[in-house]
């Protein structure tokens, strides 16, 4: 590859992340703003200060620079790779699929990282309501009562789909906590 190439492949890249960022951000405000009662400001200044804090994580674990699909690069590499396997077979052991890894493995670690931040920010708020919101975080054990970040959006996307749903509510009851009812829904193929 020649020079110029590089140049070109590389600017490319800076103005894809820039898109990237952008749409982020304007998704983020989006959802902050139908979910809190803040006025325009207060969410810009939130979400710009989210934004930065992200870009810095990401640079500093050096996740910055993953390369585009990352979760269909670690589904080929467990092959190669016991310690992978073995990180996988935990994840699938608490009923993440690969459809899971890659969905969220292939978004750009900064799509994930705002995931995360909007999750915690929402559960800080939340953190003594576990019957109506997911409690996720990462662990290595099977038996951790915390949802795998991968099924974030399987389980956003059901929950989106089911809201209408005037039963909805109504089996959500009979469980003890949201995550309980996720993994029943997971158990009996509906989620």
Same mark, same amino acid.
């Given at each position: 590859?020649?020079?110029?190439?590089?140049?070109?492949?590389?600017?490319?890249?800076?103005?894809?992340?820039?898109?990237?960022?952008?749409?982020?951000?304007?998704?983020?405000?989006?959802? @902050?703003?139908?979910?809190?009662?803040?006025?325009?400001?207060?969410?810009?200044?939130?979400?710009?200060? $989210?934004?930065?804090?992200? *870009?810095?994580?990401? *640079?500093?674990?050096?996740?910055?620079?993953?390369?585009?699909?990352?979760?269909?690069?670690?589904?080929?590499?467990?092959?190669?790779?016991?310690?992978?396997?073995?990180?996988?077979?935990? *994840?699938?052991?608490?009923?993440?699929?690969?459809?899971?890894?890659?969905? $969220? $493995?292939?978004?750009?670690?900064?799509?994930?990282?705002?995931?995360? *931040?909007? #999750?915690?920010?929402?559960?800080?708020?939340? $953190?003594?309501?576990?019957?109506? #919101?997911?409690? #996720?975080?990462?662990?290595?054990?099977?038996?951790?009562?915390?949802?795998? #970040?991968?099924?974030?959006?399987?389980?956003?996307?059901?929950?989106?789909?089911?809201?209408?749903?005037?039963?909805?509510?109504?089996?959500?009851?009979?469980?003890?906590?949201?995550?309980?009812? @996720?993994?029943?829904?997971?158990?009996?193929?509906?989620?």
């Amino acid at each position: 590859m020649g020079f110029f190439s590089k140049i070109v492949d590389a600017m490319t890249d800076f103005v894809a992340l820039r898109l990237l960022q952008r749409e982020i951000y304007k998704e983020t405000v989006h959802e @902050v703003l139908a979910t809190y009662n803040l006025t325009d400001y207060a969410v810009n200044h939130l979400v710009s200060s $989210w934004m930065q804090q992200i *870009k810095a994580d990401s *640079k500093q674990a050096g996740t910055n620079n993953q390369p585009r699909n990352y979760g269909d690069y670690l589904l080929r590499q467990e092959r190669r790779d016991m310690t992978l396997k073995h990180v996988l077979d935990i *994840k699938r052991g608490r009923l993440v699929t690969n459809q899971d890894i890659r969905n $969220w $493995w292939n978004m750009h670690d900064l799509e994930r990282r705002m995931c995360r *931040k909007q #999750y915690e920010h929402l559960s800080c708020q939340m $953190w003594f309501n576990t019957k109506y #919101y997911a409690k #996720y975080g990462d662990s290595d054990s099977i038996d951790d009562d915390r949802l795998p #970040y991968e099924l974030m959006p399987r389980v956003n996307n059901y929950i989106l789909n089911r809201a209408s749903d005037p039963r909805f509510e109504e089996e959500l009851a009979r469980s003890s906590s949201f995550n309980e009812f @996720v993994i029943k829904e997971i158990m009996a193929r509906r989620l």
